[in-house]
C-alpha cells in the first residue's frame, strides 16, 4: 500500500466498536481484539459507539444475578456457572472481573455521555477502560454522578467539567441520537465491531478468529 508520494506505508484499520460497559462479553471480546491486534501486528485505530444494554433500568439498579436471571431466563446454577465462565475467560486475558452476590446492574447513559466528552480530548479510549475497570472489579455504581467524576478524575479529566457535563445533559441528545444509529441499522447486541466501517461481527468470537479477520483485510489491503 502507498501515499500520495509512492512511498510505502503500514496498514491502518478503522475497528468500530459498540459496546457498552457493564457488558462482560464486550471487554472480553476487545481484549480478543487486543490480542489479535498484536499477533497481526499491524497498526489499528479504535472508535468506541454507545449502547445501552438496559436503557430503561431504574436509577438505583437491580442486582445483578436476579437482573439475569429475569432477563434471560436462567437458573441460579447457570448464572454462576455463567459467572465463572467468565472469570476463567478474563483471567486468560488479562481482566479479572470480581463478581459478587450484591453486584448491580444499573444504567449506563451518563457513562456513555461522559466517554462522548472524553473523545476530543484523546481519553475515550481511557476512560472506556477504567469503565470496566470501576464495575467489574471495583463494583463501582456506574449511575452515580460522584463515581464517575472520581473515575474521569483518575485518568487525568477534569472532575468538576465532568459534573456540569452530566448536570446540563450537553451530550445526551448525541449519545442518543448515536444509540439509535446502531439499533437501527440492525445491531441488538454487543460487542459489535465493524472492520472498516463495512464488514461486522457480532460478539466476543476470540483472538484467533479476530486475527485471521484482520489478517485477511491487511492483505487486501496490501494488494491495492
Known amino acids: 500500500m502507498t501515499d500520495a508520494t509512492g512511498q510505502e506505508t503500514d496498514p491502518v484499520l478503522q475497528i468500530d466498536i459498540v459496546s457498552d460497559v457493564v457488558c462482560p462479553w464486550c471487554i472480553v471480546g476487545f481484549k480478543q481484539l487486543e490480542r489479535a491486534i498484536a499477533m497481526t501486528g499491524v497498526s489499528a485505530a479504535v472508535k468506541w459507539h454507545p449502547f445501552e444494554l438496559n436503557p430503561d433500568m431504574a436509577s438505583d439498579g437491580e442486582n445483578l444475578k436476579e437482573h439475569i436471571m429475569r432477563k434471560y431466563g436462567s437458573t441460579e446454577e447457570q448464572s454462576q456457572a455463567a459467572r465463572e465462565r467468565l472469570t476463567d475467560v478474563g483471567k486468560g486475558l488479562g481482566f479479572d472481573f470480581h463478581f459478587t452476590d450484591d453486584m448491580r446492574m444499573v444504567n449506563t447513559f451518563k457513562a456513555h455521555q461522559l466517554i462522548?466528552?472524553?473523545?476530543?480530548?484523546?481519553?475515550e479510549h481511557q476512560l472506556k477502560m477504567a469503565l470496566f475497570q470501576a464495575y467489574f472489579q471495583e463494583r463501582k455504581d456506574l449511575n452515580n454522578d460522584e463515581v464517575l467524576a472520581d473515575v474521569v478524575a483518575d485518568i487525568g479529566l477534569d472532575r468538576n467539567e465532568a459534573l456540569d457535563v452530566l448536570q446540563d445533559g450537553r451530550f445526551a441528545e448525541t449519545v442518543r441520537q448515536e444509540e439509535a444509529f446502531w439499533t437501527g441499522n440492525g445491531i441488538h447486541g454487543v460487542p459489535a465491531v465493524i472492520f472498516e466501517r463495512k464488514h461486522l461481527v457480532s460478539g466476543a468470537q476470540g483472538?484467533?478468529?479476530?486475527?485471521?479477520?484482520?489478517?485477511?483485510l491487511v492483505t487486501g489491503q496490501a494488494a491495492e
Not at 462522548?116 to 481519553?123: L, N, S, T, V
Open 116 to 123: 462522548h466528552w472524553a473523545g476530543p480530548q484523546g481519553k
Open 207 to 216: 483472538a484467533e478468529n479476530y486475527a485471521s479477520i484482520i489478517q485477511q
